[in-house]
């Protein structure tokens, strides 16, 4: 029996490596993802465009405008002589903000008054704008704590104290890298497997499968086996690239990690071979794939609290195998979680994973071709 279900793993891995061309998109693909997702993909901004407009002059501006020259986030694109321009570098996308500073900034600050900064943002990117204006008022911040201390203001009666737990630098690469594990994972497990029963059925082969000794899950096994050894040796790599490369601390156990790395793959294994067992060709196969994906990513919490979506589509988020292993992935680097704290996590994962392997072994001999 097992010699059989050898035979069937044997000849799926000669499916997928039989050329250079198949073995190329397994390798390349995923590694270049990586790359271009742990940069691009990520919250922080390094180069934040801003003008001037700059009615003062006084020391207090001058004092005010070198530290946000001396900020390694922000670059200055523009210095503005009049009001009818802050409207036009806004519009035109040329800055993200614009700083005015009134006639009589520094007259107010020396005469130990309040001044106000007028910041003007491009709010079209709403989440891009929220961080910039969180960087602005640091940087005003400081300005204020150097201008009272020079000038023997009193001190503010309460300092706030910031510090973030798990992340101290509050690195968006962080948070998004871990993701990226789950991500090409689940990509690349879903492609080996949902072009594989398809294939079958375009080669002519599917009925001569069927008419074997081989019983149902002896099938069900062949084909599931090589995409999970192929989607674990992706995900190990990528992880590894993540500590490696991109310098994301890993402070968890690695068994946790490798079980629900286990239970993930299985979970997408089953779901693969649905597809795969539904369509008649690769080409019907590699379309069920990408309809999955997008709102499996969308829906997992990758780039969007989960909380924060409606109640019906949170609920519609438990059958979705990507959600329980991001909690596991992103807690294993960055919390330094066990195995014991993703009892539910797991649970989700075994469950998906036996209906998705159920229904495809229901469907690979209830399919008609």
């Known amino acids: 029996m097992w010699l059989r279900v050898l035979a069937l793993i044997r000849k799926e891995f000669l499916a997928l490596?039989?050329?250079?061309?198949?073995?190329?998109?397994?390798?390349?693909?995923?590694l270049i993802q990586?790359?271009?997702?742990?940069?691009?993909?990520?919250?922080?901004?390094?180069?934040?465009?801003?003008?001037?407009?700059?009615?003062?002059?006084?020391?207090?501006?001058?004092?005010?405008?070198?530290?946000?020259?001396?900020?390694?986030?922000?670059?200055?694109?523009?210095?503005?002589?009049?009001?009818?321009?802050?409207?036009?570098?806004?519009?035109?996308?040329?800055?993200?903000?614009?700083?005015?500073?009134?006639?009589?900034?520094?007259?107010?600050?020396?005469?130990?008054?309040?001044?106000?900064?007028?910041?003007?943002?491009?709010?079209?990117?709403?989440?891009?704008?929220?961080?910039?204006?969180?960087?602005?008022?640091?940087?005003?911040?400081?300005?204020?704590?150097?201008?009272?201390?020079?000038?023997?203001?009193?001190?503010?009666?309460?300092?706030?104290?910031?510090?973030?737990?798990?992340?101290?630098?509050?690195?968006?690469?962080?948070?998004?890298?871990?993701?990226?594990?789950?991500?090409?994972?689940?990509?690349?497990?879903?492609?080996?497997?949902?072009?594989?029963?398809?294939?079958e059925r375009e080669l002519g082969t599917y009925d001569q499968l069927l008419v074997t000794p081989m019983r149902t899950w002896e099938i069900l096994l062949g084909k599931a086996v090589p995409g999970v050894l192929i989607g674990g040796l992706e995900g190990s790599v990528i992880a590894s690239l993540a500590v490696l490369w991109f310098g994301v601390p890993f402070t968890g156990s690695v068994t946790a990690l490798a079980l629900g790395m286990l239970l993930f793959l299985l979970a997408a294994v089953g779901v693969g071979l649905m597809i795969s067992s539904i369509a008649r060709t690769q080409q019907q196969g590699l379309l069920g794939v990408f309809l999955f994906m997008v709102p499996a990513v969308i829906l997992s919490g990758f780039a969007t609290p989960i909380a924060n979506m409606p109640r019906p589509v949170q609920w519609?988020?438990?059958?979705?195998?990507?959600?329980?292993?991001?909690?596991?992935?992103?807690?294993?680097?960055?919390?330094?979680?066990?195995?014991?704290?993703?009892?539910?996590?797991?649970?989700?994962?075994?469950?998906?994973?036996a209906c998705s392997l159920g229904a495809a072994a229901w469907l690979f001999g209830r399919r008609p071709d």
Do not use: C, K
């Open 17 to 30: 490596l039989r050329d250079a061309a198949s073995r190329a998109v397994l390798i390349g693909p995923p």
């Open 316 to 353: 519609l988020t438990l059958a979705n195998p990507m959600r329980y292993f991001l909690v596991i992935v992103r807690d294993v680097f960055l919390q330094g979680a066990g195995a014991a704290q993703f009892t539910r996590q797991y649970a989700g994962l075994a469950l998906i994973a």
């Open 34 to 199: 990586l790359m271009v997702f742990g940069y691009a993909a990520t919250f922080d901004l390094n180069h934040i465009a801003y003008a001037v407009y700059d009615q003062d002059g006084g020391a207090a501006a001058r004092q005010l405008l070198a530290r946000f020259a001396g900020s390694t986030e922000f670059q200055r694109v523009a210095t503005l002589h009049a009001q009818q321009q802050v409207r036009g570098v806004l519009d035109d996308r040329r800055a993200l903000l614009v700083l005015h500073i009134g006639p009589d900034f520094s007259r107010r600050l020396l005469a130990r008054r309040d001044a106000s900064l007028q910041v003007l943002i491009d709010g079209r990117d709403s989440n891009t704008a929220a961080l910039v204006q969180n960087d602005v008022a640091q940087v005003v911040l400081d300005f204020n704590r150097a201008w009272a201390a020079a000038h023997a203001w009193p001190p503010p009666p309460a300092r706030l104290r910031m510090r973030a737990w798990f992340n101290p630098d509050l690195l968006s690469r962080w948070f998004i890298v871990p993701g990226i594990v789950a991500l090409l994972m689940l990509l690349i497990t879903l492609l080996v497997t949902g072009l594989s029963v398809a294939r």
